[in-house]
C-alpha cells in the first residue's frame, strides 16, 4: 500500500498541473500573501479554507507557508534526539508534517503557489549547546540541512521555491546575534547563518535541482551592536555574512579567515517601512525599508562584487519581498498609521517595487491583524497589518489590495504617470477617467489594455489640477462578465506653477 507522503506527492502534483501558467511564466512582478495564524495554525479546517478562497479571489498568485524545524520535529524539548531518529528522512517516525500539508493542499487547490519558509527554532536536541536550554542558540548547520532535505524529499512534487530561514538578523529566530567582551561586541549570527544556507541549499537542490532557493528574509530594522542579542541592521548582515567591510571590500579577518561564500538564487527581504511613506528612506544607512532599495542593492550587489556572495548561474540576484505591511491605528496606538494611510502606502509601495525589475513578488502581511497582546512594556505586542481586523472586518485597504492604484509625479513637473492593477491577472480594459478638480464630471482619457498580469500605465501631461480613477468590468476565467462595474481611489495629480 502507497505511503501517505507518497499519495500526497501524487495529489500534489496532480494539483500543480491546474496552476494558471501566468503564475509560472510571469514577466511582472508576482503579488503574495503571509498569514501563518489564518492558515497554518488555523484550527478550523473550514475557515482557513475560506481565508484561502479570499485570497485566490483577490488574485493572489503566492502564498508563504512555514516550515517550521521545532513544530514539525520530535522530542523538540528534549537534549537528544529519539534514537534511530534520521531527521534526512521525511518518513522518519516522529516527523509531524500534517499543518504543512493541510496548507499546501489548500493553497496548491486554489492555483496559487506555494513558498516554503523552511526555518528554525529547531528543537533543544539540535542547538550546539543544548544544556543552554535554547532552541535559537546556535542551531546546528548538518542537522538543518538534514530537515532541509527532508522538507524538500516531501514537498519538491508541490513546490518550486524555498526560503532558507527566517529573519537570522533578529534574535527571536536566531541566537546569539553577537558575542561581547563588555560592551565591544562582533558579528556571530551572520557567519552562523551563512553555514545553515550553506547546508540547506545543497540538501534542497539535491533534491529538487529546477527549485528556487532564496537567502535573507532580513527584517529591515536593527540596533547598535552592543550585547549580545541586539538586533543587527540588515545591510551590516549582509556585509558580514560575505566577509565585506564598510567599503564592500574583502575582510579576512576572525572568522573570515578561512571564509566559504554561500551559494542562493535570490534574495527574500521583509522592506517593512513601519510608519515611513514607502518613498522615506531610513535614518540609518544599514536599515533599508521599501524606500532604500537602491541601498540594498548597492550592499547586496559590492558584496557580491567582491566574492562574499554566489548567484547561481550568475547575473545579479533577484529581490523577492516575502513581508511587506502597514500596522494600524486602530488598534495599534504606537507603531500603526491611519487606515486611509494604510490603503495609500500600500498602493504607492506596490508601484515602488513594480517599476524596479529585480523585484519579483511583493507579499502582503498579513491577511488579518494579530490579537494585541498587552504587556508592561509593550501594550500593542503582535501585528497588526491585516487587510481585515481580528474580528474579520475589513479595513478600507482591502478595498483597494486587488487594484491598487498610483500617479507618479515628481515636484516641479506637470508629467505624471498613471500605474495600476486589475486582479485576477489577466487582460482587461481599464477606463482611465478624470475630473477637474471641484467637479463632479468625469471624462474618459483613454481606454488601455493592462498586460497578462492585470498591469497598466499611461503617461499624462498636467494642465490644471486634476482628479483621476480607473474603471473596469470584472469578468470569469471565461471571459464573461462577473458582476458590475469596479472604480479604483480616486488620487489627484497637482498643476504645478512654473517659475
Known amino acids: 500500500m502507497p505511503s501517505l507522503p507518497r499519495l500526497l506527492a501524487a495529489a500534489l502534483a496532480a494539483v500543480v498541473l ?119 542558540y546556535k542551531p546546528r548547520p548538518d542537522l538543518f540541512g538534514q530537515f532541509a532535505r527532508a522538507a524538500a524529499l516531501r514537498y519538491a512534487q508541490a513546490v518550486d521555491r524555498y526560503i532558507v530561514w527566517n529573519e537570522p538578523n533578529l534574535p527571536l529566530w536566531l541566537q546569539p546575534q553577537n558575542t561581547c567582551k563588555g560592551s565591544k561586541c562582533t558579528p556571530y549570527a551572520p557567519h552562523l547563518y551563512r553555514k545553515l544556507v550553506r547546508a540547506a541549499y545543497p540538501a534542497i537542490k539535491t533534491v529538487d535541482p529546477t527549485a528556487t532557493v532564496l537567502f535573507g528574509a532580513l527584517a529591515p530594522n536593527g540596533e547598535n551592536s552592543i550585547k549580545q542579542n ?48 514607502p518613498d ?49 491605528n486602530p488598534p495599534d496606538k504606537t507603531r500603526g498609521v491611519s487606515l486611509a494611510k494604510q490603503s495609500r502606502y500600500l498602493q504607492q509601495g506596490a508601484y515602488i517595487a513594480y517599476r524596479d525589475p529585480r523585484v519579483k513578488l511583493l507579499t502582503q502581511y498579513e491577511w488579518r491583524d494579530e490579537p494585541a497582546r498587552r504587556s508592561a512594556t509593550d501594550p500593542y505586542a503582535g501585528w497588526q497589518s491585516g487587510l481585515r481586523f481580528r474580528d474579520d472586518r475589513a479595513k478600507p485597504s482591502l478595498k483597494s489590495f486587488a487594484n491598487p492604484f498610483f500617479i507618479d509625479q515628481k515636484p516641479g513637473s506637470r508629467a505624471a504617470r498613471l500605474w495600476g492593477q486589475v486582479r485576477p491577472g489577466i487582460t482587461h480594459s481599464v477606463t482611465v477617467q478624470r475630473r477637474k478638480a471641484g467637479s463632479t464630471h468625469w471624462t474618459t482619457v483613454r481606454v488601455v489594455a493592462t498586460n497578462g498580469d492585470g498591469y497598466w500605465t499611461l503617461n499624462q501631461t498636467v494642465s490644471a489640477t486634476t482628479d483621476y480613477r480607473f474603471r473596469w468590468q470584472p469578468t470569469d476565467a471565461y471571459g464573461a462578465n462577473a458582476g458590475p462595474l469596479k472604480t479604483s481611489d480616486v488620487l489627484r495629480a497637482k498643476l504645478v506653477k512654473r517659475g
Open 18 to 136: 491546474l496552476l494558471p501558467a501566468a503564475a509560472h511564466a510571469s514577466s511582472s512582478m508576482e503579488t503574495g500573501i503571509a498569514d501563518d495564524a489564518a492558515l497554518l495554525n488555523e484550527p478550523n479546517d473550514a475557515r482557513a479554507a475560506a481565508a484561502v478562497s479570499a485570497w485566490a479571489a483577490l488574485g493572489i498568485d503566492d502564498v508563504r507557508i512555514f516550515v517550521q524545524w521545532q513544530a514539525i520535529a520530535p522530542a523538540n524539548a528534549a537534549t537528544k534526539a529519539p534514537a534511530g531518529f534520521n531527521g534526512a528522512d521525511p518518513n522518519s517516525p516522529g516527523y509531524n508534517w500534517s499543518r504543512v500539508d493541510r496548507a499546501l493542499n489548500l493553497v496548491s487547490a486554489a492555483g496559487m503557489r506555494p513558498l516554503l519558509v523552511v526555518t528554525g527554532p529547531g528543537p533543544l536536541w539540535a542547538s550546539q549547546v543544548p544544556g543552554r536550554h535554547s532552541v535559537r
Open 230 to 277: 541586539a538586533k543587527t541592521r540588515p545591510l551590516a548582515f549582509i556585509r558580514s555574512m560575505g566577509c565585506v567591510k564598510v567599503d564592500l571590500k574583502r575582510d579576512r579577518s576572525g572568522p573570515c579567515a578561512s571564509f566559504k561564500p554561500l551559494t542562493a538564487d535570490g534574495l527574500a527581504y521583509h522592506p517593512h517601512a513601519t510608519k515611513l511613506a
Open 280 to 328: 522615506d528612506a531610513q535614518a540609518h544607512p544599514d536599515n533599508a525599508s521599501i524606500g532604500d532599495l537602491a541601498r540594498l542593492k548597492r550592499t547586496l550587489d559590492g558584496t557580491q562584487r567582491s566574492g562574499g556572495l554566489k548567484k547561481a548561474g550568475g547575473g545579479k540576484f533577484g529581490l523577492y519581498f516575502t513581508e511587506w505591511g502597514y500596522q494600524t
